[in-house]
């Protein structure tokens, strides 16, 4: 099932070996096996291309989940209910808790050194959420509302917005800034999307304070937003805890009207495994321990 797996996901029985370190015709081989025992082709194949059959693509998903529950059956076995033991994904959103991460992160590695992390990509809180409603992600740091199916969170640490700017602009010598102050600055803003985000909490911060900005610029993504905030084209918002402020030469500055945001870790309910009761334990004792430090 792991050689289907692979062939599946790579289209290619060489790459295939490759990730499963194990030589082609053995891959060839147990691809043959697995097909005779459930009288089905799982693959179209040829000298030059590797299709999955429209039985592979069925076979597929329940192949993955098959595989996710014998996994999660010898990780309880060598448990013994410790939770000692294990392997967590983790899907964050980077423009709320990426410093909540690394040290929930730290926090696991010391306490439970045998468990295995794996951290995903970050990405926008509707997408981690999914992610975490299919399975496909053990737990999930977000920020904003929680909505989900069959969804439990907990409130981590709170984050406030603010303003990343420059660590010399006329603006950074204050311990917080009033909204209003950047009526006429340039404001670098990630594209719009669905759900709760940075984007739309500046809009309502500056709806609030009765202004709309001089000068928007937009951008894709996070890396670029602050290399243009370096390069002194204008300021953005930004939360304590997205970790901004670990780019050289930048400092977050909050807002006066203290702007609270909220920040969770959700998981699927009824998933709650030793492995995961503990990493969600150990999150909310460092939450009642002092925030990480902006």
């Known amino acids: 099932m792991k050689a289907f797996i692979a062939v599946a ?23 043959f096996h697995l097909e005779r025992h459930l009288g089905i082709q799982l693959f179209e194949r040829n000298k030059r291309t590797v299709r999955l059959t429209d039985a592979g693509d069925a076979f597929l998903e329940p192949c993955r989940a098959a595989l996710r529950a014998i996994e999660a059956a010898g990780g309880q076995a060598r448990n013994a209910g410790t939770g000692e033991f294990g392997k967590i994904r983790i899907g964050f959103n980077s423009g709320f808790t990426s410093d909540h991460l690394v040290t929930l992160v730290r926090a696991v590695d010391r306490h439970y050194p045998n468990m295995e992390l794996i951290i995903d990509s970050s990405r926008r809180n509707p997408e981690v959420i999914k992610k975490v409603e299919k ?82 610029i ?21 939360t304590t805890g997205a970790g901004h402020t670990t780019a050289q030469g930048l400092v977050m500055r909050p807002l006066a009207e203290e702007y609270i945001v909220q920040n969770s870790i959700v998981w699927k309910t009824g998933t709650e495994t030793p492995a995961l009761k503990n990493v969600l334990k150990l999150a909310q004792e460092l939450t009642h321990a002092p925030p990480p430090v902006p």
């Open 9 to 31: 996901e790579e289209l290619n029985f060489g790459r295939a070996a490759q990730r499963l370190h194990i030589a082609q015709p053995a891959v060839s081989q147990q691809i």
């Open 218 to 238: 937009e951008v894709a993504d996070g890396m670029t937003l602050s290399a243009l905030i370096n390069a002194k084209v204008g300021l953005a918002f930004a």
């Open 135 to 216: 399975q496909d992600l053990d737990i999930g740091l977000v920020g904003g509302p929680v909505r989900g199916e069959g969804i439990s969170w907990r409130t981590i640490w709170p984050g406030h917005l603010g303003v990343l700017m420059p660590q010399d602009h006329p603006l950074a010598h204050l311990a917080k800034v009033p909204t209003l102050a950047l009526k006429n600055e340039t404001l670098v803003l990630i594209f719009q999307a669905p759900g709760w985000t940075i984007r739309s909490m500046a809009e309502e911060a500056c709806d609030r304070a009765g202004f709309s900005p001089a000068k928007i």
